[in-house]
């Protein structure tokens, strides 16, 4: 069973910057596409931003020019960078890994921006 364990979460003020990281328990490049996502209290769970075997991103409108998803390949890790946060980024991020046929999740790190 695959792993995915995140770290780097915390209370932030408006305007500061985080970075998650999220550690896998095999190689990054045996998924097809790993991804952050979150979710807000009361709200569905959105993609936040996606990283493909390929290396093509994909990011929520939301967050462009914001934020930036990478990989560690000898660390199995991706990151999440979070730059210049606002207090609706406020959410519970959840590192998701996809192969073709099945996908595992994260237990989910929390996010606070407020002042």
């Known amino acids: 069973q695959v792993q995915l364990v995140e770290s780097g979460g915390g209370l932030v003020q408006p305007g500061g910057s985080l970075k998650l990281s999220c550690r896998a328990s095999?190689?990054?490049?045996?998924?097809?596409?790993m991804a952050w996502y979150r979710q807000a209290p009361g709200k569905a769970r959105d993609l936040v931003a996606s990283?493909?075997?390929?290396?093509?991103?994909k990011y929520a409108d939301a967050v462009k020019g914001r934020f930036t998803i990478s990989k560690d390949g000898a660390k199995n890790t991706v990151y999440l960078q979070m730059n210049s946060l606002k207090p609706k980024d406020t959410a519970v991020y959840y590192c998701?890994?996809?192969?073709?046929?099945?996908?595992?999740w994260g237990q989910g790190v929390q996010v606070t921006v407020s002042s």
């Open positions: 990283l493909t075997v390929g290396d093509t991103t």
């Open positions: 998701n890994a996809n192969t073709l046929t099945r996908q595992f």
């Open positions: 095999e190689n990054v490049f045996n998924f097809n596409r």
